[in-house]
């Protein structure tokens, strides 16, 4: 099994930014990809970004490509998210999610096994 712990959510301004963090602690030797998603209120959990565990592969949604940078550390099995030039349309709770597998559509949440508690973040105007 594998736990995954998000942080690092808040309040910004448009045009700011954030860091989020997803913690791994577990079978993480076993993972192979890791992703953000995001989920606005009434609307579906969509994909932001993501990246194999041991690095590279890295695919972003067209709506934050240029803006989000995924990113690793090895020795922390930590994952980033930085998100710059926020903008209100950012404004959802995000989640970390990993999968063992190694064969999936990278931006479907069905390809992923292992889910966070979700950090909020929220863009105001």
């Known amino acids: 099994q594998v736990q995954l712990v998000e942080s690092g959510g808040g309040l910004v301004q448009a045009g700011g930014s954030l860091r989020l963090y997803c913690a791994a602690s577990?079978?993480?030797?076993?993972?192979?990809?890791v992703a953000w998603f995001r989920q606005a209120p009434g609307q579906e959990r969509e994909f932001v970004a993501t990246m194999r565990w041991s690095g590279g592969s890295i695919e972003y949604a067209d709506s934050v490509q240029g803006r989000f940078t995924i990113s690793r550390d090895n020795a922390k099995n930590t994952v980033y998210l930085q998100m710059n030039s926020l903008q209100p349309e950012d404004t959802a709770v995000y989640y970390c999610?990993?999968?063992?597998?190694?064969?999936?559509?990278?931006?479907?949440?069905?390809?992923?096994?292992?889910w966070g508690q979700g950090t909020q973040v929220s863009v105001s105007s």
């Open positions: 577990g079978r993480t030797s076993s993972l192979y990809r």
């Open positions: 999610a990993a999968t063992n597998r190694r064969f999936g559509t990278t931006y479907y949440r069905g390809s992923y096994d292992y």
